[in-house]
């Protein structure tokens, strides 16, 4: 089994804090069976015999590679081939990840310890040399480099040996003799968490710049002592060290599941993909500095189409042995479902990217295929490591599972038919300048050798050579700014500070340059002159992608001034990654530029600036401020500010301004809403009257509308033209409904406002809606005469068919809720309309509005029995929707006045109407349906409502009684097939009953269905592969009358 499989722990020093929170409240038996699962194997003999990840008999046949070759498919043009095995190389078992050396020689990671060593067994996962010497696409040689490790998950050549994770130590390796054994050992860093070996650091990759990033997955504190101080994360990180200053550093730090992936293009910008989830994320733009412990917040991923997972190894497309067409595109590894290799094209989208799917490179249809890491050769071909392993999963199997692999091991060949392989680069003891030359090469992996080799050369020597090399650069050549970026790097290696070529690439023609300058500019801050106002500059840079690089830089200086530069970025266009790096960056910054505020000192004259900062604050930090127009804006356009922090916004404005504070309230709606006061833009208050950036927010304007209409009379009077505006313009119905209350308070009367709406159908609802505000009793009565000749006249007319009518007539019926007494009128009004089937949804909520003990007896009666006959037309498949929950909620109410015989007869027909509806979420990283069981009755109409927050895809199939397993079974075989997903993992059987779709992250389904008619146990279940076997249920169906509410089961 993969260590990328699941995010569950494979011992119990995995109990961390956030862990327990998660179980607080699960019931002790489903722990003990949850614990019970990691310590006794599972299922009888029998079914140790058959593999649960297809259904039936164990296939051992692709233990075979031939056989395993049969089945893996390659996309048109390209063919694949075994480069390695256990078959002749029995060390490649469980092999994990791999990287090649200046030699061009394959290392591979091996680790057939995992997931847990074995008392009395001693670990012996290995580090693999593989040869390929008469270079016929296959191995013929083999050295074991290093054995006796324990769990390493990742590991990278350079320095003259070979950095290695090892549970909680980050080691160095190195062979002194030259027989290509490891005989020198030597712990650099330790205090890694342990807390799940398969978290474990992993994805090793050099950066251009000379750090070696790794990266950790969630349940893992860590807290490593550097010769800098603690370096502390916990809960999934990408960390950066760099071996020449022993630096060691957060690169990102968000709440993954189990990143195993990290890739970086040509020009420096990183991709990282998370293995549990199958999320794929633009490394740039969330790796902004963030204080421990916390975290980014969450970001959308670049990728689209299919989402598969878990997923592992990524790799970009950098070789002229491939297709044109392939070069560029990103590749992603997936070990469950498809288990084979995505392929996306990336573009360009403002400052990052986009990767659009396009034909997957490689897919098998033998699900003891998984393939976890990949890299292109010396020869450009792609080279895949397959961890293969029939049993996957920590949670679904105990780890002592005896069928667990630990004897496979392949690596796979891909390349390009008719296509001649690459020339491998000679790397390998060449003098410096021949290294140098090799930068110009058009293969990433290439270039990313020799900067390894060059990053090894004595850096007296290699300077010289690179100043003369740069020196000679053709500054004509089209790839001369690109070469310049690679230079750059290389004193970056070797820690050689040159701001002159540096200076030269922020100024370089291609943004791309410009782009990764800045990276290197942030590396190099303390050790550069001008470096701000170098930042300030590139945060006004026309290119989006330079500007997010500055405004990440500037996470990392905690001044004022890196803020007041960062909020510089809000004068130009912003987009997506741009936000969010600039919110990472001021959330980081906010301890200093709060203060700055807080002594009433500002950080930036543009108002559109400064309305962002404040947006920052919490609403008691915004409180706090020293009063301005833009603290008093804020405070007036936010959701959660007390109303006397209000108030004194609008006193504080009024004095400013020379105003009411009643003229400042109808300001802030109209800002609010958007709508322009007479005179357009030269009507407004100031000049940095924020309206085009505020937002419409229906709370917030409600509450200022409260706030408005608890005005006296007399202080409406003198706003009343511009509460008439508000009443006829304004954007938002609240708005508008609003200020024709207002207009009534001012009025004392209703008579003007109701001529002010007669120009029009809008106007009439609005000012009906708004009479729900009045808390005027008088007011209110005095409406009662105009909305029952409005009824009267559309009564006489027919009741017109038309949107704009029947919006009227359900407006003035809500309205007639609000109006106190005439109770027998409104009553019998309303009654009416449900028996002559006109506006009924509006006269069955203007009922339940009305106090019950305002209902006249006599027409209860009537109105019940009317009610059961309106919802008896309803059809089943509407049954869920409000018009019909609403009708049977009525109809109970009023029964509950009746005589008991009237009473049991009346809720007995509703009852027979009633749809059941039933919620079932999928509980986030548990693997499990919130409820076990819930009840219906044989024959009732049902509707599951299927909510997933989680981060993996979920189905929900209900089968035949003692189906599950065989359900199961089937469904999982299913993973073999290209048609799996667009099936929803739904297997082709009798035994599904019913089922949902396949549905995503915080996606919902609703299922409707008869229940069955033979009580009995029926099963729900999630069928993707793995799931079923902790994620099932029971739908318990009874004979009528008999039914309950199950465990946990919600209607």
Not at 77 to 97: H, K, M, R, T
Not at 149 to 154: S, T
Not at 475 to 502: C, S, T
Not at 730 to 743: L, P, T
Request: glycine share 6%; net charge negative; proline share 7%.
């Amino acid at each position: 089994m993969s260590p990328v499989y699941s995010s569950c722990p494979s011992r119990p020093s995995w109990l961390t804090l956030r862990v327990l929170r998660v179980l607080r409240g699960v019931p002790f038996f489903v722990l003990f069976t949850f614990f019970v699962s990691f310590i006794v194997p599972t299922g009888s003999a029998q079914e140790q015999s058959t593999e649960p990840n297809r259904g039936g008999e164990i296939d051992l046949a692709s233990m075979d590679p031939e056989v395993a070759l049969q089945r893996l498919k390659v996309a048109d043009g390209y063919e694949v081939n075994l480069f390695a095995s256990e078959q002749d190389f029995p060390e490649l078992a469980n092999a994990i990840a791999l990287t090649f050396d200046s030699r061009g020689r394959l290392w591979v990671m091996t680790s057939p310890t995992y997931p847990h060593y074995h008392p009395g067994m001693a670990p012996n996962d290995k580090l693999v040399i593989l040869e390929d010497n008469d270079g016929d696409g296959r191995a013929d040689k083999r050295t074991v480099f290093a054995d006796g490790l324990y769990l390493p998950m990742g590991f990278e050549l350079g320095d003259g040996g070979v950095y290695v994770s090892q549970q909680q130590n980050f080691m160095f390796l190195r062979d002194t003799d030259g027989d290509d054994r490891a005989d020198e050992r030597r712990i650099i860093l330790h205090g890694f968490g342990t807390e799940d070996a398969h978290h474990n650091a992993s994805a090793f990759t050099w950066g251009p710049g000379g750090g070696l990033y790794f990266q950790e997955g969630t349940f893992l504190h860590t807290q490593v002592e550097t010769p800098y101080g603690p370096v502390r994360v916990e809960y999934g990180a990408v960390l950066r060290y760099e071996p020449r200053t022993e630096k060691l550093s957060v690169f990102v730090s968000y709440p993954f599941a189990n990143p195993w992936g990290h890739v970086i293009d040509r020009w420096g910008q990183s991709f990282v993909s998370d293995a549990s989830n199958g999320n794929n994320y633009y490394g740039t733009a969330f790796s902004g500095h963030v204080n421990y412990p916390k975290k980014q917040k969450e970001m959308e991923q670049w990728t689209t189409g299919t989402k598969v997972r878990p997923t592992a190894g990524i790799e970009l497309v950098s070789s002229r042995h491939f297709p044109e067409e392939a070069q560029g595109n990103f590749l992603l590894t997936n070990v469950i479902g498809f288990q084979g290799i995505k392929q996306y094209r990336v573009e360009d989208k403002g400052s990052g990217f986009v990767g659009i799917e396009v034909e997957a490179l490689l897919q098998a249809s033998d699900t003891n295929f998984r393939p976890i890491d990949l890299q292109f050769g010396p020869d450009g071909a792609l080279y895949v490591v397959d961890w293969f392993n029939p049993l996957i999963g920590h949670m679904q199997y105990s780890l002592r599972d005896p069928r667990r692999d630990h004897k496979h091991g392949r690596v796979w060949r891909i390349t390009a038919k008719g296509r001649p392989v690459l020339d491998p680069p000679r790397i390998d003891g060449q003098p410096i300048e021949a290294l140098l030359a090799l930068l110009k090469a058009p293969e990433d992996r290439t270039r990313y050798w020799t900067r390894r080799a060059l990053r090894e050369q004595p850096t007296d020597a290699l300077v010289a050579a690179l100043d003369d090399w740069v020196a000679a650069l053709d500054a004509g050549d089209e790839e001369y700014e690109h070469h310049l970026l690679e230079a750059l790097w290389v004193y970056q290696h070797h820690d050689v500070v040159k701001q002159d070529l540096l200076n030269r690439l922020l100024e370089a023609k291609e943004l791309r340059a410009r782009a990764a300058a800045v990276r290197v500019l942030h590396h190099w801050y303390d050790r550069v002159e001008q470096a701000m106002a170098l930042l300030q500059r590139m945060v006004h840079d026309p290119a989006p992608r330079v500007r997010l690089e500055a405004v990440r830089a500037l996470s990392f200086i905690p001044t004022v001034d890196a803020a007041k530069v960062a909020l510089q970025a809000l004068e130009s266009p912003m987009d997506y990654y741009l936000e969010y790096v600039l919110d990472s960056a001021m959330t980081t910054l906010k301890p200093v530029w709060r203060r700055e505020l807080t002594d009433g000192r500002s950080l930036t004259a543009d108002p559109r600036a400064m309305t962002y900062l404040l947006d920052q604050l919490e609403p008691a930090e915004l409180a706090s401020l020293p009063g301005s127009k833009a603290v008093y804006h804020a405070l007036l356009s936010r959701p959660g500010i007390e109303p006397k922090a209000r108030q004194t916004a609008l006193e504080g404005l009024a004095a400013l301004n020379g105003t009411q504070p009643l003229a400042e309230l109808t300001a802030a709606i109209d800002r609010i809403d958007g709508t322009e006061p007479e005179g357009g833009r030269a009507g407004r208050e100031s000049e940095d009257d924020p309206r085009d950036d505020a937002r419409d927010d229906p709370d917030v304007s409600d509450e200022l509308i409260r706030m408005l209409l608890a005005a006296d009379a007399a202080a409406l009077v003198p706003i009343r033209p511009r509460l008439e505006q508000l009443a006829l313009q304004g954007k938002s119905d609240n708005v508008r409904q609003g200020a024709f209350a207002a207009i009534v308070l001012a009025d004392e009367s209703v008579e003007r406002a109701w001529q002010l709406a007669s120009a029009s159908s809008q106007s009439r609802i609005d000012l009906l809606e708004g009479t729900s505000m009045l808390q005027d009793q008088r007011l209110l009565a005095s409406s009662y005469p105009h909305i029952t000749k409005l009824l009267n006249e559309q009564s006489a007319s027919g009741g017109s068919s038309s949107g704009a009518a029947t919006n009227v007539r359900a407006s003035a019926i809500r309205a007639l809720s609000h109006v106190p007494g005439h109770d027998a009128e409104i009553f019998s009004r309303l009654a009416g309309l449900i028996r002559d089937g006109s506006d009924q949804a509006a006269a069955i909520e203007a009922i339940r509005r009305r106090p019950q003990e305002r209902w006249p007896r006599p027409q209860i009666a009537p109105l019940a029995q009317s009610l059961v006959g309106y919802a008896g037309e309803i059809p089943p498949e509407e049954r869920t929707d409000t018009a019909f929950k609403q009708a049977t909620e009525l109809g109970r109410q009023l029964a509950g006045a009746l005589p008991p015989a009237d009473k049991e007869r009346i809720t007995s027909a509703l009852d027979t109407l009633l749809v059941r509806t039933i919620r079932i979420e999928a509980v986030s990283a548990q693997m499990r349906f919130d409820i076990e069981r819930f009840s219906v009755e044989a024959g009732q109409e049902v509707e599951i409502v299927f909510v997933n927050p989680d981060e993996m895809p979920h189905n929900l199939l209900i089968t035949s009684p003692g189906a599950m397993e065989t359900v199961s079974l089937e469904a999982e075989a299913m993973a073999a097939k290209p048609d799996a997903f667009a099936k929803s993992f739904v297997p082709d059987t009798p035994d599904v009953l019913f089922a949902t779709k396949l549905i995503g992250p915080k996606e919902t389904a609703r299922l409707r269905f008869t229940a069955p008619s033979t009580p009995d146990s029926y099963p729900f279940v999630c069928t993707f592969p793995g799931h079923w076997r902790t994620m099932n249920g029971v739908m318990q169906v009874t004979r009528p009358a008999e039914s309950t509410d199950g465990q946990g089961a919600r209607e």
